[in-house]
């Protein structure tokens, strides 16, 4: 089913380049790139079919499972966040958030500044992390180059090493 809906998908934007009927080339490119991912996809779970391959199953299941939940993972995150919708917010658009009920008294906010926010304090700290190990490692390679030809005085002086 994913192979014939990414093959229509990719058939339409072609045909609507080649008939001119879509002027705009990122909105083309992006159903193209859309198309491949979903066929990639489909081979992938198509392949670890055939071939009775675990990891192929695994990671085609979970590809497929992540795109039909993406509807609930962005309820979710609206709910959590207390925001609606990603750059703006229209009132037609079904959103759980307090915000959208009343609840609080004060407007909803998109979720796009909302996540960058918290994608930078997270990344932030990451990075932290990161550089902690970093320098752990130089302080390890430099302890060891400084210490590789020590001899251990237990050692017999007449052996080979």
Same mark, same amino acid.
């Given at each position: 089913m994913f192979l014939l809906v990414s093959l229509l998908l990719i058939g339409i934007a072609a045909w609507g380049i080649g008939f001119g009927l879509i002027s705009s080339l990122r909105v083309v490119g992006v159903v193209i790139a859309v198309g491949i991912f979903l066929f #990639?996809?489909?081979? =992938?779970?198509?392949? +670890?079919? =055939?071939?009775?391959? !675990? =990891? #192929? #199953?695994?990671?085609? !299941?979970?590809?497929?499972? +992540?795109?039909?939940?993406?509807?609930?993972a962005r309820n979710d995150l609206q709910r959590n966040l207390n925001?609606?919708?990603?750059?703006?917010?229209?009132?037609?658009?079904?959103?759980?958030? +307090?915000?959208a009920k009343g609840v609080g008294g004060h407007k909803c906010l998109p979720c796009a500044p909302i996540i960058g926010a918290y994608a930078g304090d997270v990344l932030r700290f990451v990075g932290g992390i990161g550089l902690f190990f970093s320098f752990t490692e130089i302080l390890g390679v430099w302890l060891t180059y400084r210490y590789r030809n020590q001899k251990d005085p237990r050692a017999n002086p007449s052996a080979f090493l």
């Open positions: #990639l996809i489909a081979l =992938v779970g198509l392949i +670890g079919a =055939v071939k009775h391959h !675990q =990891v #192929l #199953l695994f990671f085609g !299941q979970l590809l497929e499972v +992540g795109w039909n939940n993406t509807a609930s925001c609606c919708g990603f750059r703006s917010y229209n009132p037609n658009d079904t959103c759980l958030a +307090g915000c």
